[in-house]
Structure formats: C-alpha cells, structure tokens
C-alpha cells in the first residue's frame, strides 16, 4: 500500500511498470494470500479479456502505475465511496506506521 490515498474508480484501465497488457481496476485494498499482512492498493484483471479465472486477479500499488489509459465511470455516488476509502486507507497507513492492527 503507497501513501498515496487518492484512488481511481473501478473500470480505470492502466499500463503497470514492466507489463505487456492493461489492467482494469476492479478493487481497492485486498490483502493477498502471498504476502500476508500486506495491503495492495488495487485489484485488477487483464484488459480486455476480464476475469477467467481466480487465479488471474493482479494486486497492485499506486506506484506500480505507469499509464493511465481510461478513466472508470464516476458519479456523485462513487466520489462519495472513494472519499471514505480515502479515509480508510488513511487510518490503515497510520495503523501500519505505528505497527498496530487493522
């Protein structure tokens, strides 16, 4: 997770650093299974394929963006749930600085 706390919607198609196809944001703040403990920013499936299987979910911070291709679909009501994941992350980045918990 980056300190950066201003995400981008779901649906935002981006170019990661060292990757050959885009990626679709489809998630915000998994924990992955192989890194526990660990927060990415986003999750994500290849673009345009989507999800085939389980397996083909990318985690991935802020910082690992390269390009940002396409820009997801905003309303009043996703700016109202990104500024609370906003606020969310900001806690967890605290939590984690002082080596609390969640």
């Known amino acids: 997770?980056?300190?950066n706390t201003n995400l981008m919607p779901v649906g935002t198609v981006v170019m990661l650093t060292d990757s050959t196809a885009p990626v679709m944001i489809?998630?915000?703040l998994p924990e992955g299974e192989n890194?526990?403990?660990k927060i990415w920013d986003y999750s994500g499936f290849?673009?345009?394929i989507g999800q085939r299987d389980?397996?083909?979910v990318y985690l991935f911070d802020d910082d690992q963006i390269e390009e940002i291709l396409a820009m997801g679909?905003?309303?009043t009501e996703s700016f109202a749930f990104l500024k609370k994941l906003h606020d969310v992350k900001k806690q967890?980045?605290?939590a984690e600085k002082d080596?609390?918990?969640r």
């Open 35 to 37: 890194h526990a403990g």
């Open 73 to 75: 679909y905003q309303d």
């Open 1 to 3: 997770m980056t300190e």
């Open 92 to 94: 967890l980045l605290e």
């Open 99 to 101: 080596g609390g918990d």
């Open 54 to 56: 389980a397996r083909e």
């Open 26 to 28: 489809c998630g915000y």
């Open 46 to 48: 290849a673009f345009p």
